[in-house]
C-alpha cells in the first residue's frame, strides 16, 4: 500500500523565519507528488512534482523532489501569519489515486 | 461562482439514519472524487470518478453508495450512519483525464452522527 510521512507533525516559528517541511513516501508507479495547503476548510493546491532535481517555485515557496530518496522538501521563506496551515503531502500512483500523509500543522507567530 | 460546492456544509444526525452529501463542480472537469479527513486530518480517498464512470472504489463499506448522474455531479448516499462516519467528506475534482494531479477541493461537509 502507497505511504507518505511528514515531518515535523508540528512547527511554531517567528514571523521571518524560514521552514522547511518534510515528506518521504513509498509508492507503486509514482506518478506525481502535490503539496497542498489546508486552513480553516479546503485544501488549495500548491505545487506538482514530477521530474527530481527540479526546483517549483511560487513567490516565498518552493519545492524539490528527490526521486532516488523518496522524498520532497517545501521551504517557505521570510514566513508570514498568514503561512499559518496545515501543508498536505501527497503522491500519485500509475491508478490515478491520490494518497496522502497526515500533513504538518504549521503555526507562525507574530 | 463556486468552482465546486457541496451540500449540506454541517449535517448533525442520529446513528443508524440514512444521509446524503450533494456536490456539483462547474470547471468542466471529467474527473470527480470524494474524500474523508478524520479528526487528525488524515485525507483518505474514498471513490473517483471519470466522466461518471467509477474509476476508484477504496476499502470503504458498502453502506456508502456514490452516484453521478452526469460529469459535473458527485454524489454520496450513507445509510445506517455509525459514530465512526463522523469526519469531514470532501469532494473534488480534477481537469486531467488519466491523472489525479491537481485536485479542486469543494469547502467541505462536517457529519457529525451522535
Known amino acids: 500500500e502507497d505511504k507518505v510521512v511528514q515531518s515535523p507533525l508540528s512547527l511554531v516559528v517567528h514571523e521571518g523565519d524560514t521552514v522547511t517541511l518534510n515528506c518521504s513516501y513509498e509508492?507503486?508507479?509514482?506518478?506525481?507528488l502535490l503539496w497542498y495547503k489546508q486552513e480553516k476548510k479546503a485544501p488549495t493546491f500548491l505545487f506538482m512534482l514530477t521530474s527530481s532535481g527540479i526546483e517549483k517555485k511560487s513567490g516565498r515557496l518552493s519545492s524539490i523532489l528527490d526521486k532516488k530518496e523518496l522524498f520532497s522538501i517545501l521551504n517557505i521563506t521570510a514566513t508570514q501569519t498568514g503561512d499559518s496551515a496545515v501543508y498536505l503531502c501527497?503522491?500519485?500512483?500509475?491508478?490515478?489515486?491520490?494518497?496522502f500523509g497526515t500533513g504538518t500543522r504549521l503555526t507562525i507567530i507574530p | 461562482d463556486t468552482a465546486v460546492s457541496q451540500t449540506p456544509k454541517y449535517l448533525v444526525t442520529q446513528m443508524g439514519n440514512d444521509k446524503s452529501i450533494k456536490c456539483e463542480q462547474n470547471l468542466g472537469h471529467d474527473t470527480m472524487y470524494w474524500y474523508k479527513q478524520d479528526s487528525k486530518k488524515f485525507l483518505k480517498i474514498m471513490f473517483s470518478?471519470?466522466?461518471?464512470?467509477?474509476?476508484i472504489n477504496e476499502t470503504v463499506p458498502n453502506r456508502f453508495s456514490p452516484k453521478s448522474p452526469d460529469k459535473a455531479h458527485l454524489n454520496l448516499h450513507i445509510n445506517s450512519l455509525e459514530l465512526g462516519d463522523s469526519a469531514v467528506y470532501f469532494c473534488?475534482?480534477?481537469?486531467?483525464?488519466?491523472?489525479?494531479?491537481?485536485?479542486?477541493f469543494g469547502e467541505g461537509s462536517r457529519l457529525t452522527v451522535l
Open positions: 509508492v507503486t508507479n509514482f506518478r506525481s
Open positions: 473534488a475534482s480534477s481537469p486531467r483525464g488519466g491523472w489525479a494531479g491537481e485536485l479542486f
Open positions: 470518478y471519470n466522466n461518471k464512470e467509477l474509476i
Open positions: 501527497a503522491v500519485e500512483d500509475g491508478n490515478e489515486k491520490l494518497t
